[in-house]
């Protein structure tokens, strides 16, 4: 149980270190996609800048503005920052062995549950650009949360079973990425919607939205649930490479792993810095008239091909 509480607290702890280095290496990277050097004054070549962040924001007055639902509204982002660390317990650490066959399931229950911080953080606010902007990313989280599902299926199709530990074991053998490259695009372009990253960012809107659901936070709210959402940006990473790429029971537990994972979460910086936001009816579009069709005929495919596999 000890070994259990360690393993899990010293993830949380690399989580949000991780966290506060990717707010740097995005910084760094959307500075020299624009032509300029991104933040280069604090310390050597701007490395604390995070740290400084930090203490900035915490440091900051705590303000409550006069029509929120106070304790609620002071929750949600607590909230949203814990369902986000819950899911790094997922990551391949001691604790999986206690997870049992059912990892994947957790992953879904979590995840589904973050719309409820998001939507919390609007309506408590009391206020209609909040209200607005939490309604356009439940939606958003709703509808791409039930893409990433069926390509979970079709994952978990291959193996057989839910665990996460035991799909990375299955591609020891074959990796699901040469199977389901499709997929994995789908897959990428969910995480992308389902973490509300541009060009998927309808939270907000400078013209009438302006920061969206957390326009009434500042100071510790606003780190608060950023830290969450680049928190989901990065365990998507890893999900990723765990799931088409055989994480880390193909590749080692070197820097090779850590190499594919900053990769993967690169292109959300990258695709931030090269796109334009998307429209909003495109978006709903894309799911319900696009990737949900070809999801459901890629798994029916599966099913009939598992299907005369196992009984030919």
């Known amino acids: ?74 929750i949600c982002p607590f909230l949203s920052l814990f369902l986000g660390l819950v899911l790094w317990i997922l990551y391949n650490n001691y604790f ?8 994947m399931l957790l992953f879904l229950c979590v995840s589904s549950l973050g719309v409820y911080s998001v939507m919390g953080a609007g309506w408590f606010s009391n206020s209609k650009y909040a209200l607005l902007g939490s309604v356009r990313a439940v939606a958003q989280s709703i509808s791409y949360e039930v893409s990433m599902s069926l390509i979970l ?3 978990l199709l291959f193996v057989g079973s839910m665990s996460l530990s035991i799909i990375m074991k299955y591609q020891s053998f074959v990796l699901i990425f040469f199977v389901n490259l499709f997929m994995l695009l789908m897959w990428f372009v969910s995480c992308v919607a389902e973490t509300h990253r541009a060009p998927f960012d309808f939270a907000e809107g400078e013209s009438e939205l302006v920061s969206g659901f957390n326009i009434e936070y500042g100071g510790v709210g606003f780190a608060v649930l950023f830290m969450a959402e680049y ?8 999900l990723v490479v765990s799931l088409f790429f055989g994480g880390l029971y193909l590749i080692g537990y070197g820097m090779l792993t850590c190499v594919l994972v900053s990769l993967v979460s690169w292109l ?15 978006l709903m579009y894309l799911i319900w008239k696009s990737y949900l069709p070809s999801v459901l005929n890629i798994l029916i495919f599966l099913v009939s091909l598992i299907y005369m596999l196992n009984f030919s």
Do not use: H
């Open 96 to 103: 999986v062995c206690s997870m049992g066959g059912f990892s």
């Open 1 to 74: 149980m000890l070994v259990e509480i360690f393993s899990g607290v010293v993830s949380f702890i690399c989580a949000l270190l991780a966290v506060a280095f990717f707010t740097l290496l995005e910084r760094k990277g959307l500075g020299y996609f624009q032509i300029r050097k991104g933040p280069n004054k604090v310390g050597l070549m701007g490395l604390p800048q995070p740290l400084a962040d930090a203490v900035k924001l915490f440091s900051k007055e705590l303000i409550k503005p006069t029509l929120v639902n106070i304790f609620p509204f002071l």
């Open 231 to 238: 928190s989901n940006i990065l365990f998507m990473s890893v």
């Open 153 to 155: 299926l079709s994952c």
């Open 268 to 282: 959300f910086i990258w695709v931030r810095a090269s796109y334009p936001r998307y429209r909003y009816d495109l």
